[in-house]
């Protein structure tokens, strides 16, 4: 079953950021201490179930999210737990593990995938730590191992500046992708695939046993809420599941070897990145052993330039993120600018050159503002590129006035936080934050004991 679709929006999001990783595909293993970090995890209350100075096996639990007792997170590999730092409101922040190659990994019982029922095949998910790899829609949480998906949406491609490439590692993964949609098969009927058509991988496959979509458009759409948008078909759909081809690897090989899969793919870019590549290393590396910080105001992003997490003081990959962006947070100010044509100011609008030429001219990426946010001024520039056909300036509105109903029928739910409209808003209005923040404090309010 393959389908091809293309979106149209009045204003195409084509703007092309220098720093994008090369395909070359390195092997990087942990040399020293590796860190699990929760940071890119919203919305769970981690409980920890292992103390310093526990030996640990490769795939046993560390902690559980208390809002889904059944939801554990495991270790990557066998070793000593040395640190567990909480944070701010005792946030934990990290569990570092010092890894000792004679302890045998936990060794999980051989699955044959087409007898799973459902109930097998969530506890067979949840035994082996592979259930956070899931994303409950429209709220972006661990779903309730309780639950049934009405759909899953599995993204193959993720065109954000800049995540791992599929195609620069299908070779190693494409048997693994075909086993992790069986097993998604057992879960629900409905799988529907995501591909990048610009992507250059075969399919077929795959869609002798799932839906899969070439969908044409930049990135915003692929946002697991944005592609989901343009698929459902059923009110029901609103709750679809999503996890991208990162957890159709894990889902794989740890069914395959009966070992939690302790790798992950990873690719490093940013225009003050080095080594711009693709890695496959090991969960919760060190930073350090894949990045080079030169210039300590150089900003670290943890995942894609638009949606990544800017985390300062966490020394390890954090769980979840398979991209590492390292960008300019001072840029230098342009000499005479007034006598430049704007070629390196970064633009969405014709109002500088660089507007002009923003789908074939590198766009300077850098963290700086460029000045404060200011009140609206009901340009429409945010709703041109939306990719969920919302009108954000209303939806602001409605947020800023506390009128979430008012908010919903404006289509707050359907919000992707793909950040496109942060970006082009001439006023600096953070309004994908905004909706975020908003949809967080409904979240917490309707789950509520
Ligand atoms: S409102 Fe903004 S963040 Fe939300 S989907 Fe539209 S463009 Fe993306
Ligand atoms: S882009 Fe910014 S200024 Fe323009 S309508 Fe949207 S929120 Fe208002």
């Given at each position: ?292 910080k030169?210039?300590p105001?150089?900003r670290i ?8 997490l800017h985390c300062e003081h966490v020394p ?13 947070s ?120």
């Amino acid at each position: 079953m393959k389908h091809a679709i293309t979106i149209h929006r009045k204003k195409k999001f084509n703007v092309f950021f220098d720093g994008q990783p090369s395909s070359d595909v390195q092997v990087v293993d942990a040399t020293g201490m590796i860190g699990v970090c929760p940071q890119h995890f919203r919305l769970i209350k981690p409980k920890v179930v292992v103390k310093v100075g526990d030996m640990v096996k490769q795939g046993q639990p560390l902690f559980f999210d208390k809002k889904n007792p059944q939801v554990y997170v495991h270790s990557p590999l066998s070793g000593e737990v040395k640190t567990i730092e909480y944070g701010h409101q005792r946030r934990l922040e990290k569990i570092e593990i010092m890894p000792d190659a004679t302890i045998d990994p936990l060794q999980f019982q051989p699955v044959d995938i087409e007898s799973l029922t459902i109930a097998k095949a969530k506890s067979m998910l949840l035994e082996r730590g592979l259930w956070h790899g899931f994303s409950e829609h429209p709220f972006r949480t661990i779903p309730n191992p309780a639950e049934t998906p009405p759909a899953i949406v599995v993204m193959l491609s993720n065109p954000e500046p800049f995540h791992p490439k599929i195609s620069a590692v299908i070779d190693q993964v494409d048997h693994d992708l075909v086993t992790g949609i069986q097993v998604l098969k057992r879960l629900t009927e409905h799988v529907v695939v995501v591909v990048d058509a610009n992507e250059k991988i075969n399919c077929d496959e795959i869609s002798s046993m799932a839906k899969v979509v070439r969908m044409s458009g930049d990135f915003s759409l692929f946002e697991p809420a944005s592609a989901l948008y343009h698929l459902k078909d059923k009110v029901e759909e609103n709750k679809s599941w999503s996890c991208d081809w990162h957890t159709l690897v894990n889902i794989a090989r740890t069914v395959k070897s009966q070992q939690f899969f302790p790798q992950q793919f990873i690719s490093v870019g940013g225009n003050q990145a080095k080594d711009n590549r693709h890695y496959c290393v090991t969960k919760g590396i060190q930073i350090n052993q894949v990045v080079t910080k030169e210039d300590p105001t150089n900003r670290i992003i943890f995942g894609g330039l638009f949606t990544g997490l800017h985390c300062e003081h966490v020394p390890y990959l954090p769980l979840g993120v398979s991209a590492i962006n390292i960008v300019d947070s001072h840029p230098q100010p342009e000499f005479l600018s007034f006598l430049q044509p704007g070629l390196k100011k970064p633009s969405f609008t014709t109002a500088y050159l660089s507007g002009l030429l923003k789908a074939v001219n590198p766009t300077p990426t850098s963290t700086a503002l460029n000045g404060s946010e200011r009140d609206c001024i009901s340009c429409g520039l945010c709703h041109d590129v939306c990719p969920v056909d919302m009108l954000p300036q209303t939806v602001l509105r409605n947020v800023a006035g506390n009128d979430i109903e008012g908010a919903m029928a404006f289509g707050l739910l359907d919000c992707s936080n793909c950040s496109v409209c942060t970006y082009v808003c001439p006023s600096k209005i953070d309004l994908s934050a905004r909706f975020q923040e908003a949809k967080d404090a409904l979240y917490l309010e309707v789950t509520a004991p």
